[in-house]
């Protein structure tokens, strides 16, 4: 049984019920869904609404998660939740390609207005992340006539064969190869882990030097089609890319006519405090891949870029049955509505204050194993590290945190390639009570265990 140690009268939240049903729907799972396919933490749901989830033996959790940054709007927004529901009363699928209908339309508008790509800009509705990323280096190749990615280490972009390719994590990789060829991986400028003394600037000029040494040993620059990159990497550990570091690399495609794809799969929608991470960077991408928090866990996603590389490719290269899905174009439609009217920006950024300062608060008061706090906006993260040194992960502590979190009341997950980084994404229309006691909470387990 798992119990919230705090008293109901003191924080509004109850001693957690027996879990028998919990127990029966992971022994089902056990017998129905394969091994492989990952179980992040022990919790079920009934129904969920804003930053909590109800299991299904009615406990009630806070989420920290928000299905892995796909709730920005939080749980099952009324409105998206009505937008979905007249949708699917009307028409629930044609397939764009057969016969058209306004919702794929009035989304690309509002994506563009969002997001434009220079002077012009045209939008590729997808099924998921993954899918986006998928077709942006289809694009990338056709538009340049040349072969090779570079990606870099750390790097998520999905679980799709480019995707799985481009992703860092050798254990997503375990037998699934032969992967996609022509893909090359360069070191993501880790300026937490490799600054060595260095100021941010100078660590950016040295990692753009290495860029340019490994166009001179590993592959020309003249054979690149794309650079594709994260902001701030996601289950790469919250690593944030030094500004000049983005500046040049900008500069770099610029000159060598090479396709800067940047990722906001995770970063999208307000999480960093705007919405797309890349403007608080000054630079404008040539493509971009989207999903996540566009519709409210919706399955939609999107590719889009400068109108003159998206159009410059062979005609039925692009493509697909479900891309554009009616009921998801009303949700994301919906989702984005809602997100201007409770200006999801500056939700964000306090979500970001509230996080950022209790983790450092934390790191003080644990220098032993916080070894460091990060991350962009409200897309905030500590690292769990042996005597604080951030050369020593320390992933056995953190799957402790998870789950002993969990036990009392709070749905939070790790990452990075060593799996002991806790990451915070919780839906931005958190209670503020709620996110502090779930920080709270966070604070409890450290004390118990340490």
């Known amino acids: 049984m798992a119990i919230i140690t705090t008293k109901k009268e003191e924080t509004g939240y109850e001693i957690f019920k027996q879990k028998k049903k919990n127990t029966e729907l992971f022994e089902r799972r056990k017998r129905l869904v394969p091994n492989a396919l990952s179980i992040f933490t022990p919790s079920t749901v009934s129904k969920a609404s804003g930053a909590i989830v109800t299991d299904v033996d ?7 998660t928000g299905g892995i940054g796909v709730l920005n709007a939080g749980h099952c927004p009324p409105t998206v939740v009505k937008a979905i529901q ?13 016969a058209a209908y306004d919702l794929y339309l009035d989304l690309a508008e509002r994506l563009i207005s969002l997001f ?24 990338a190749r056709q538009a340049t006539g040349k072969p090779a990615i570079i990606c870099y280490t750390g790097a998520f972009h999905g679980r799709t064969l480019m995707a799985t390719t481009l992703t860092s994590k050798v254990g997503y990789k375990m ?27 100078e660590f950016a000029d040295h990692h753009l030097k290495k860029l340019d040494e490994f166009f001179h040993y590993y592959v020309s620059e003249k054979n690149v089609a794309a ?5 701030v990497q996601g289950e790469g550990g919250f690593k944030v890319v030094p500004k000049k570091y983005l500046q040049g690399l900008r500069k770099v495609c610029d000159a060598n006519g090479i396709i800067l794809i940047i990722d906001e799969v995770q970063t999208g929608f307000g999480r960093t405090g705007t919405w797309a991470s890349y403007q608080h960077f000054d630079v404008v991408p ?5 999903a996540k928090s566009m519709a409210s866990g919706m399955p939609i996603g999107a590719m889009m870029g400068k109108t003159s590389v998206i159009d410059s490719i062979n005609p039925g290269t692009i493509g697909g049955t479900y891309l554009g899905n009616p009921v998801c174009c009303a949700a994301a439609i919906a989702t984005l509505d809602l997100m201007k009217e409770i200006d999801i920006n500056e939700k964000g950024k306090r979500v970001c204050e509230i996080v950022r300062n209790h983790f450092l608060e934390m790191k003080k008061k644990f220098p032993q194993h916080i070894s460091d706090v990060r991350g962009l906006g409200a897309m905030m993260a500590f690292e769990v590290s042996h005597k604080g040194n951030i050369q020593k992960p320390n992933g056995e502590l953190t799957k402790q945190i998870t ?16 799996g002991n980084v806790i990451r915070v994404l919780s839906p931005l229309v958190i209670k503020e009570n709620d996110l502090v006691r779930g920080l709270e909470i966070i604070e409890e387990v450290l004390n118990e265990l340490i």
């Not at 009615?58 to 920290?64: H, P």
Request: net charge negative; with cysteine.
């Open 86 to 98: 007249e949708q699917a009363e009307k028409f629930i699928h044609t397939c764009f390609g057969v």
């Open 116 to 139: 434009p790509h220079g002077e012009s800009t045209k939008v590729m509705l997808t099924g998921s992340g993954a899918e986006s990323v998928e077709n942006a280096i289809k694009i």
């Open 227 to 231: 650079i594709i990159i994260e902001c």
């Open 58 to 64: 009615g406990n009630e959790l806070i989420d920290f």
């Open 403 to 418: 789950q002993r979190c969990y036990d009392k009341g709070l749905i939070i997950i790790s990452a990075g390639v060593n």
């Open 175 to 201: 037998g699934c190869g032969p992967f996609a060829p022509e893909v090359y991986r360069i070191e993501f400028p880790d300026f937490s882990h490799d600054g060595n003394g260095l100021s941010e600037d």
């Open 286 to 290: 040539d493509l971009s891949t989207w």
